[in-house]
């Protein structure tokens, strides 16, 4: 099995591993362009530069789904962090749609605890805007802790994987998807409330509105054509829109494509899956576009079965490419789509894999036009000052996210995530308990 250590020393490290495999990573080493302000596209908010926090779930609340100290702990870091605007982490718009028993659910009973949570957010960074993420998981879901999916049709690469391997599999009918607009605007209503800025009609990774978007087999009106597979999805934003779009703005974390072959990943080209078909994709954006949507968060693949693609990584699990192919198919698809739609605020992701020359990247990919803004994840739960120390050239290596996957073992194992490595006193004792059984 191939390793690929992370082994750059200097700038011209990466820039000779990047020409040697002809990668369209940019490296810019004028590192201004990130305290560059910004408006976040037509949504009349401007933001002060251009780092943002990632969505990470931390899967810390209480059962019924309100932030407790640890996740207050995380948001206040994110806030302190420098960065422009904070995500929120997928909150569950349902009990049956958690994917776990810890995963935040806003409810009209645990809504002031949420209403502290973004108030101190508000507080720390000094008025920055914050983003909700509304989500279904859909197959993923697992509301009391053992899995409990909720799919739209069989796809035979999760099913019976270690992912869905039991026996049933519910297909869900159109009826219940039928429910679930109401759902979306009851959660999102109470996001508003809460004092949330923005909205983000979440769309990726297989959870269920992504797994919407690939329903090319299923029967009835949300399967087949391309307005029935994005039906439920274009509901929910234009819902969204007119309901709540005077008081945040509309967002959305999108899988750009699956990465998956027909007839189960969307946005995918029917000759090479691993190629964007970007015909179709474009008609999608297009409409979300015009429904409102000012700021798309770019992803794809899914990090269940193909984590590489998503959040390119040095260590943990079978890595079936250099890292940097992943990088550079992540900014590379990313710019294309910034290319078509200028207007739009797009959120570049995968960057914690390029540690202290991340920067530099960052610097690179605004600076030529191929992003607007750039997301950190992992780079956040590790290094609380990152954004400030990128953007004043002061980031110091020994602090950052090493791209190891103990935070996403964690995570698997359905207990509080965070950075077992940089975070020690907090997340080493639970990686040791939950991942290692000590
Ligand atoms: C532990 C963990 C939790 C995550 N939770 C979410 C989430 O709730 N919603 C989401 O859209 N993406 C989630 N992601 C994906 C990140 O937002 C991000 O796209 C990914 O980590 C790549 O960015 P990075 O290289 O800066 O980490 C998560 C990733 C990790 C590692
Ligand atoms: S555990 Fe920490 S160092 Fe490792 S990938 Fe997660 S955030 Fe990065």
């Not at 803004?373 to 590790?382: E, I």
């Amino acid at each position: 099995m191939a390793t690929y250590p992370f082994n750059y020393h200097t700038l011209d490290d990466l820039r000779t591993a990047i020409e040697a495999q002809h990668l369209q990573i940019p490296v810019s080493e004028d590192l201004s362009v990130l305290s560059e302000s910004i408006p976040l596209g037509t949504s009349g908010v401007t933001l002060d530069n251009r780092l943002i926090v990632h969505p990470m779930e931390g899967f810390d609340t209480t059962e019924d789904g309100a932030p407790t100290e640890l996740t207050m702990r995380r948001y206040d870091r994110f806030a302190e962090s420098g960065a422009s605007m904070g995500w929120s982490e997928a909150i569950a718009v349902c009990l049956e749609g958690r994917s776990n028993a810890h995963q935040m659910m806003i409810t009209k009973d645990n809504l002031d605890a949420y209403k502290r949570m973004v108030d101190s957010f508000h507080e720390k960074s000094g008025g920055k805007p914050i983003i909700a993420q509304m989500t279904h998981s859909g197959r993923f879901s697992a509301p009391e802790g053992t899995l409990h999916p909720l799919v739209l049709y069989k796809n035979p690469l999760f099913d019976k994987t270690k992912f869905h391997d039991i026996d049933e599999i519910p297909v869900v009918t159109d009826e219940y998807l039928d429910t679930l607009p109401e759902k979306y605007h009851n959660a999102a209503e109470l996001a508003v409330e809460a004092g949330f800025d923005g909205i983000d009609v979440k769309a990726c990774h297989k959870y269920l509105l992504g797994e919407t978007l690939a329903a090319y087999e299923r029967e009835g009106r949300y399967g087949g054509s391309f307005e029935n597979r994005t039906r439920l999805f274009r509901g929910i934003i234009k819902d969204t829109a007119e309901s709540f779009g005077n008081k945040a703005f509309l967002a959305s974390r999108f899988n750009l494509y699956d990465a998956m072959e027909y007839p189960y990943g969307f946005g995918c080209s029917r000759d090479d899956y691993m190629v964007p078909d970007f015909e179709e994709i474009s008609r999608l954006v297009t409409e979300m576009e015009n429904l409102g949507i000012s700021c798309i968060n770019i992803t794809m693949g899914t990090p269940y079965l193909t984590p590489h693609i998503n959040r390119p990584h040095t260590n943990g699990g079978v890595i079936p490419e250099d890292p940097l192919i992943g990088c550079d198919r992540m900014i590379k698809y990313t710019a294309e789509l910034q290319k078509r739609f200028p207007k739009i605020a797009i959120v570049g992701a995968g960057y914690s894999f390029f540690r202290e020359f991340a920067p530099y990247v960052a610097a690179g990919a605004i600076k030529s036009g191929m992003t607007t803004l750039v997301g950190f994840g992992r780079m956040a739960f590790a290094y609380p000052d990152f954004a400030t120390a990128m953007m004043n050239g002061t980031f110091d290596k020994s602090k950052s996210c090493i791209t190891c996957s103990k935070c996403t073992e964690l995570m698997r194992t359905h207990h509080s995530t965070g950075c077992p490595i940089r975070d020690q006193e907090i997340y080493l004792p639970l990686y040791r308990k939950y991942c290692q059984g000590k």
